[in-house]
């Protein structure tokens, strides 16, 4: 079992940046693969970003190719997710997930993750 607690949303202009971050519980956090999903009001929910358990994967979906980063930190239990050159359609909530992991793989279906946090609100106004 893990918990996730994303942070770090917010109101920000067009062009702008954010950086989320999401905290998980547990001793296990190296084991898991991790992942970035959002919904906009409306829509369903959206792969954003993955990345394997030792960090030496990763993927983005294309329609945040180039200007967001996802990133983790074992030693601290979190992932990172550096958004750059914001745009009003990035508006969504934004919600970080886990499942354990045998190998250095990244996942990027809704349906195969397991554990996900409350989400984080992020707004960019035009």
């Known amino acids: 079992q893990v918990q996730l607690v994303e942070s770090g949303g917010g109101l920000v202009q067009a062009g702008g940046s954010l950086r989320l971050s999401c905290a998980a519980s547990?001793?296990?956090?190296?084991?898991?693969?991790m992942g970035w999903f959002r919904q906009a009001p409306g829509k369903e929910r959206e792969f954003v970003a993955a990345?394997?358990?030792?960090?030496?994967?990763?993927y983005s979906a294309d329609s945040v190719k180039g200007r967001f980063t996802i990133s983790r930190d074992n030693a601290k239990n979190t992932i990172s997710l550096q958004m750059n050159s914001l745009k009003p359609e990035d508006t969504a909530v934004y919600y970080c997930?886990?499942?354990?992991?045998?190998?250095?793989?990244?996942?990027?279906?809704?349906?195969?993750?397991?554990?996900w946090g409350q989400g984080t609100q992020v707004t960019v106004s035009s």
């Open positions: 997930s886990a499942r354990p992991a045998s190998a250095s793989v990244y996942y990027i279906r809704e349906y195969e993750y397991h554990y």
């Open positions: 990345i394997s358990r030792s960090g030496g994967r990763s």
């Open positions: 547990g001793r296990t956090f190296s084991s898991y693969a």
